[in-house]
């Protein structure tokens, strides 16, 4: 795993719904719209990852305290948040999905991303395993995050996006793309997540 330094530019957006089935050991986790009510302005919006038990993943970085947050038009609850990690864990009864599957190690991925409000797939790829070093504020003490840096173009509203393997296990969480080169973005590893899902 390589360490390194990133500046980098946060991202937002969305996706769809649920129900479980027999075939559901192949399919990839649904997306869904993520909105944090914005004191009466346009709300903040995200991408959530179904993880099975009424539960979705998403980025920290949307999320601000107290305010009113909803996933495909149903009111959430805050489970859990990781800032150090960008992550967060969200409660939505009315949503079922089956249990996420996490995935290892391929260089060719896809990233399951809302267009026009309709999930979609954007092709990647795996340029390496990251440790990003990051501050909140320039003389904050550095923290790390383990992640996946992406060959990926991305537009600003996909933080949150699964990034998936062939077989639609997750390998980890969009977060970032590059402020200075548009061909590249950041995701958190599949291992972040595994710990915040307590798995």
Partial sequence: MTRIGLAVVACAVAASACGASPDDAERPPRVLRVSVAGDGLVPEVATGV?????????????LSGGRRVTVAGH???????????????????????PRVRLGGNPARVRLAVLRDRRADSLPARVRRRVVVHWRDQPTDPPRDRPGLELA?????????AAVLDRRGRLLGVLYARSSDDDGTAWAVDASAVRSLLGG
């Fill in 50 to 62: 179904a993880v099975g038990g009424g539960r979705i993943l998403t980025v920290a970085h949307t």
């Fill in 75 to 97: 009111p959430a609850r805050i489970v859990r948040v990781d800032r150090r990690l960008d992550l967060a864990l969200l409660a939505v009864p009315q949503l079922h999905a």
């Fill in 152 to 160: 990926a173009r991305i537009d600003p509203g996909d933080s949150g």
